[in-house]
């Protein structure tokens, strides 16, 4: 049906930046939000950054200012700028989009990449 898939993680020291990408490919017809969830160990998963179809954005707290989110729904594909990592910034981070099937069907499904890690050191 659909498939995300992230890339872009790795290991960097704080202060450093990273980019996250997620492209959507699949059966469906349009996604609505799309979003970049992270868990760290021990840890419940959080909303980092959200982005809905028409660009409004929403992020948590422990980012703002830090982090950007972006999309280009021409290319199904949601993009996190991470700057300024910090050692809290250490996660698995997901990308995650809400999706409409079909145009006769306005209900949407939740669909999760496969996580790409994250570590910053100090």
């Known amino acids: 049906q659909v498939q995300l898939v992230e890339s872009g993680g790795g290991l960097v020291q704080a202060g450093e930046s990273l980019r996250l990408s997620c492209a959507a490919s699949?059966?469906?017809?349009?996604?609505?939000?799309m979003g970049w969830y992270r868990q760290a160990p021990g840890q419940q998963r959080e909303l980092v950054a959200g982005?809905?179809?028409?660009?409004?954005?929403n992020y948590a707290d422990s980012v703002k200012g830090r982090f950007t989110i972006s999309r280009d729904n021409a290319k199904n594909a949601v993009y996190l700028q991470m700057n300024s990592l910090k050692v809290e910034d250490t996660a698995v981070y997901y990308c995650?989009?809400?999706?409409?099937?079909?145009?006769?069907?306005?209900?949407?499904?939740?669909?999760w990449g496969q996580g790409t890690q994250v570590t910053v050191s100090s």
């Open positions: 995650n989009a809400d999706v409409r099937p079909s145009r006769f069907n306005v209900g949407s499904r939740d669909y």
């Open positions: 699949g059966s469906f017809f349009m996604i609505n939000a």
């Open positions: 982005i809905s179809r028409d660009g409004s954005t």
